[in-house]
């Protein structure tokens, strides 16, 4: 096996354990009353996948229970679980449209502290969850929710439907050079270039994944693939799950349909790139920037 940094050899944000999930009290439902009407008990009130902001804008405001009831009464209520001995609820309102300065996940996952990160994340895959699964699959009748906000159950025909997460890759494959095979898509920012990924095929494994994704985005034919990392990715429902890989073959052909462009990367050029402005490299808390990191041995200048 080819030599790769070691799994989080660097920090991978979202991956860190941020709260106990406490499953068994959610079907639980005098303790889930009990709990609702204690006043130290923390909500997330989440709206369109908007959250409210603490004075600064860089935390949770978390409400109390009755601050929820409030302001967005008839919410449905999910148990998100236990941190420092507070309960943490998740309050789901419809018909409700969340004010502008409201924050998202995306505009700021990067600035909240790594707990509030936990329950924003598990917050929106499960209201994602809920947005695209109001009917049962097998009959087309509405789902009741049950289970403490994690099971969806058809008064009809009886099926059970639970929260989805849908594996998908992401590499950084080196040469025998050890220079990094990053790509574009034509959508974002000029200079812009970031690891190759894509979802998991059915009876598919994770490496087989890893070498079909990057031989179809960029022609590379890739043989050792070794883990990094995982981290969840609720935009609506991925596990991201970082690998590094290495290529056997090193002349790109670009799939129109895919990628804008691929190209090889030394360190050099990554450090002359970033320095520059010229190239633009994963920021924020995507595992990607990890990945980066990882190979690049530190901090890599710049950032989208």
Do not use: K
């Not at 790139?273 to 980066?292: A, K, M, N, Q, W």
Request: proline share 7%; net charge negative; glycine share 12%.
């Amino acid at each position: 096996m080819t030599d790769f940094p070691l799994p989080y050899s660097v920090d991978v944000a979202l991956s860190t354990r941020s709260h106990e999930r406490i499953g068994d009290r959610r079907t639980d439902d005098e303790w889930l009353a009990e709990q609702w009407a204690d006043t130290a008990t923390r909500v997330l009130v989440l709206a369109g996948g908007r959250f409210p902001l603490a004075p600064g804008g860089t935390t949770v405001r978390w409400l109390s229970p009755r601050e929820t009831d409030d302001l967005v009464p008839g919410a449905e209520r999910v148990l998100l679980g236990e941190r420092d001995g507070l309960v943490h609820f998740l309050a789901l309102p419809r018909g409700f449209r969340a004010p502008d300065d409201w924050g998202t996940l995306r505009s700021h996952g990067p600035e909240l502290s790594a707990p509030d990160q936990g329950f924003v994340v598990q917050g929106v895959a499960l209201d994602e969850w809920r947005r695209s699964h109001r009917h049962c699959g097998r009959c087309g009748h509405l789902l009741d929710p049950s289970g403490g906000g994690y099971v969806l159950t058809c008064p009809s025909c009886g099926r059970q439907h639970f929260p989805r997460t849908d594996p998908a890759v992401i590499m950084l494959v080196t040469d025998d050079d050890d220079r990094a095979l990053l790509g574009r898509q034509p959508s974002w920012p000029q200079g812009r270039y970031s690891t190759l990924a894509g979802f998991v095929d059915p009876g598919e494994s994770l490496e087989d994944a890893v070498r079909r994704e990057v031989m179809e985005e960029a022609g590379i034919e890739v043989g050792d693939v070794a883990y990094f990392g995982n981290q969840p990715w609720p935009f609506p429902s991925s596990l991201m799950v970082g690998f590094f890989g290495r290529a056997l073959t090193t002349d790109i052909h670009v799939d129109d349909d895919e990628l804008e462009a691929a190209r090889w990367f030394t360190r050099d050029d990554v450090r002359r790139g970033g320095e520059s402005g010229e190239l633009v490299t994963p920021g924020g808390f995507s595992i990607s920037r990890s990945l980066v990191e990882a190979w690049y041995g530190g901090v890599v200048p710049g950032s989208w």
